[in-house]
């Protein structure tokens, strides 16, 4: 059963239940025992919390949260936290379950955790946003901890939102306990290599799948949607591996270069106008034009929902790495592997973020700072092994990669939940 729709929450793709049918699919491939079925059809702990708010004003706001564990099976829960003003229970849950399949996809010792406020960031003051982090820590503070729950960026938030969590959970705890979040500053014992870890990862599973498929990187064209935190040094990744990345879209429009876009030129454009849109060398299209275009990647990198039947069934890229959680729907899968189109999911390929979180966590609980060319090579090392895993299983059982990564993650989770048998 999905978790309640708040009271006025805007109609938009229901994620939990697209979840729960890709994991029933997966249950139904491995013959999943039925407690264990249960178990993970359900989250574990879904806290809603009202967030007070002295406003700069002098007048209380009141906001709503959610910190979700949908599983800690297989260690604490971990996951980010999103300020978006269309957050719900629904959307928290689905990505915490998601983060539950991702973590046991790639191997790390973590379950699914996920958080959010119903928020419009951008109508905040700094100050505003400071005292809503931590009232919303505060009210939080028993369900996250090192050994329990680990937040970490998502969308809107990022290590400065990452450092009050962590100033303001060491204050009530009165101990420093930097592994509370992953994701800070470096300064405050955050991992090098974290900021581009999501983007690095998505390239390692770019390369992974075109060698797979026999197609050439150098040369190939892609596109992005999104221009944010992944899809901007995604662009620059890319384009460092010989790919002309060709059109680049965000919330205000797409734009389209043939050529390939200037990546360094694009980036300053966005960072002086705060949209794609606009740019001098890139000619204006539509959103909707940009996913027909005829290449040979694209990468997703926005919010979820992105890619369902409609836009699946004009799409022209032969390759999708979703970068973004959940953009392709139930649905869209379906229109995608008829005309086969070849799909990295996003449990798999945006995974390089919860790994390098990992590391963090790993270095933050030593005291000990691991070196960037460290982080990077066992960044990459994770992610074709994990990769490996899923391509292999594809192979073996003729499936979908998508279904291929749930199937790992679901087996991964069965034999942890197994063995530790069910409390008293």
Same mark, same amino acid.
């Given at each position: 059963?999905?978790?309640?729709?708040?009271?006025?929450?805007p109609?938009?793709?229901?994620d939990?239940? $697209?979840m729960q049918q890709?994991f029933?699919d997966?249950a139904?491939l491995?013959?999943l025992?039925a407690?264990i =079925?249960r %178990?993970?059809?359900?989250?574990?702990?879904?806290?809603?919390v009202?967030?007070?708010?002295r406003m700069?004003?002098?007048d209380v706001?009141? @906001?709503q949260? #959610?910190?979700v564990c949908h599983?800690d099976?297989?260690?604490?829960?971990?996951g980010?936290?999103?300020y978006?003003?269309d957050?719900d +229970? =629904?959307?928290?849950?689905?990505?915490a $379950?998601?983060?539950?399949?991702?973590t046991a996809v790639v191997?790390?010792?973590f379950?699914?955790g996920?958080g959010?406020?119903?928020?419009?960031?951008?109508?905040l003051?700094?100050?505003?946003?400071e005292r809503m982090t931590?009232r919303?820590?505060f009210?939080?503070?028993?369900? %996250?901890?090192p050994?329990?729950d680990?937040?970490?960026?998502d969308v809107?938030t990022?290590g400065?939102?990452m450092a009050w969590?962590?100033d303001t959970y060491?204050a009530?705890?009165?101990?420093?306990?930097p592994?509370?979040?992953?994701?800070?500053?470096?300064?405050?014992?955050?991992s090098?290599?974290?900021a581009?870890?999501t983007?690095s990862?998505?390239?390692?599973c770019?390369?992974?799948v075109?060698?797979k498929?026999?197609?050439p990187?150098?040369?190939s064209r892609?596109?992005?949607?999104?221009?944010g935190?992944?899809?901007a040094?995604?662009?620059?990744l890319l384009s460092?591996?010989?790919?002309?990345?060709?059109?680049?879209?965000?919330?205000n429009?797409?734009?389209?270069n043939?050529?390939?876009?200037?990546a360094?030129?694009?980036?300053d454009h966005?960072?002086?106008?705060g949209?794609?849109?606009?740019f001098?060398?890139?000619?204006a299209i539509?959103?909707?034009e940009? #996913?027909?275009?005829?290449?040979?990647l694209?990468v997703?990198?926005a919010?979820s929902g992105?890619i369902d039947?409609k836009?699946?069934?004009t799409?022209? +890229?032969k390759v999708?790495?979703? +970068?973004a959680?959940?953009?392709?729907?139930?649905?869209?899968?379906?229109?995608?592997?008829?005309?086969?189109?070849?799909v990295?999911?996003? %449990?798999?390929?945006n995974?390089?973020?919860?790994t390098v979180?990992? @590391?963090?966590w790993?270095?933050?609980?030593q005291?000990?700072i691991?070196?960037?060319d460290?982080v990077a090579?066992r960044l990459r090392?994770?992610?074709e092994?994990?990769?490996?895993a899923?391509?292999?299983k594809?192979?073996?059982l003729? %499936?979908?990669?998508?279904r291929?990564a749930f199937?790992?993650a679901?087996?991964?989770?069965?034999?942890?939940?197994?063995?530790?048998?069910i409390f008293?």
């Amino acid at each position: 059963m999905a978790p309640p729709t708040p009271a006025g929450a805007p109609e938009k793709t229901d994620d939990w239940e $697209a979840m729960q049918q890709r994991f029933d699919d997966a249950a139904g491939l491995v013959d999943l025992p039925a407690w264990i =079925h249960r %178990i993970l059809r359900t989250p574990r702990r879904v806290l809603e919390v009202a967030v007070p708010v002295r406003m700069d004003s002098g007048d209380v706001e009141v @906001f709503q949260g #959610w910190r979700v564990c949908h599983d800690d099976s297989r260690g604490p829960a971990k996951g980010g936290l999103r300020y978006h003003q269309d957050v719900d +229970a =629904h959307e928290v849950t689905a990505l915490a $379950a998601g983060m539950t399949f991702k973590t046991a996809v790639v191997n790390v010792p973590f379950g699914g955790g996920k958080g959010g406020i119903r928020v419009d960031p951008r109508r905040l003051s700094p100050g505003e946003l400071e005292r809503m982090t931590r009232r919303y820590t505060f009210e939080i503070a028993s369900v %996250i901890g090192p050994n329990i729950d680990v937040p970490a960026p998502d969308v809107n938030t990022d290590g400065q939102t990452m450092a009050w969590i962590y100033d303001t959970y060491s204050a009530m705890k009165g101990e420093l306990l930097p592994a509370v979040t992953t994701g800070k500053p470096l300064f405050l014992g955050g991992s090098p290599g974290r900021a581009g870890a999501t983007s690095s990862g998505v390239v390692t599973c770019a390369r992974e799948v075109f060698a797979k498929l026999g197609m050439p990187i150098a040369g190939s064209r892609a596109i992005v949607q999104g221009f944010g935190k992944v899809g901007a040094p995604l662009s620059f990744l890319l384009s460092s591996a010989g790919m002309r990345v060709v059109a680049v879209s965000d919330v205000n429009g797409a734009i389209y270069n043939g050529a390939g876009l200037d990546a360094f030129r694009l980036s300053d454009h966005a960072t002086q106008q705060g949209t794609v849109v606009g740019f001098a060398g890139a000619e204006a299209i539509t959103p909707d034009e940009m #996913w027909k275009l005829d290449v040979e990647l694209c990468v997703p990198a926005a919010l979820s929902g992105a890619i369902d039947d409609k836009v699946a069934e004009t799409f022209g +890229a032969k390759v999708i790495v979703e +970068a973004a959680n959940g953009p392709t729907t139930p649905s869209g899968d379906l229109v995608l592997a008829d005309r086969g189109i070849h799909v990295v999911p996003d %449990i798999l390929a945006n995974a390089g973020g919860v790994t390098v979180s990992y @590391f963090e966590w790993a270095q933050s609980r030593q005291g000990y700072i691991w070196e960037e060319d460290q982080v990077a090579v066992r960044l990459r090392r994770m992610m074709e092994d994990a990769f490996a895993a899923v391509w292999t299983k594809g192979e073996e059982l003729d %499936i979908s990669l998508r279904r291929a990564a749930f199937v790992v993650a679901v087996t991964r989770l069965a034999e942890t939940i197994s063995a530790r048998g069910i409390f008293p």
